[in-house]
């Protein structure tokens, strides 16, 4: 299972940027993807899931209505496009997803990428 993150970078307050998550070694289409995210200094938070067939989303309080979350499932990748990005946005967001095998579940995340709003 791997899990490939992309399009990280530094952006100024008020900017937008798009994240990528690439996902191979599993059954994508059946699976919820997540986006979490880890601050300087603090613990890694959720941001945001899609479910499998990306019909349901849900997103932490503080990015709802900034952020989007949606996959390809042709192309097995997961995005996050972020819109009037904050300061407090700055943290390495990681893409994660809870799969099964032999009917039992395990964990994969992704390596992050670093995501910096600054002035």
């Known amino acids: 299972v791997q899990l490939v993150e992309s399009g990280g970078d530094s952006v100024q307050p008020g900017g937008s940027l798009g994240l990528s998550c690439t996902a191979s070694?599993?059954?994508?289409?059946?699976?919820?993807m997540e986006w979490y995210r880890q601050g300087p200094g603090k613990e890694r938070e959720w941001v945001a899931t899609?479910?499998?067939?990306?019909?349901?989303?849900k997103y932490q309080d503080t990015v709802a209505g900034r952020f989007t979350i949606s996959r390809d499932l042709r192309k097995n990748t997961v995005y996050l496009q972020m819109t009037n990005l904050k300061p407090e946005d700055t943290a390495v967001y990681y893409c994660?997803?809870?799969?099964?095998?032999?009917?039992?579940?395990?964990?994969?995340w992704g390596q992050g990428t670093q995501v910096t709003v600054s002035s």
């Open positions: 899609i479910s499998g067939a990306g019909l349901m989303t």
């Open positions: 994660y997803v809870q799969y099964w095998r032999n009917g039992a579940p395990f964990d994969a």
């Open positions: 070694g599993f059954d994508f289409s059946r699976s919820d």
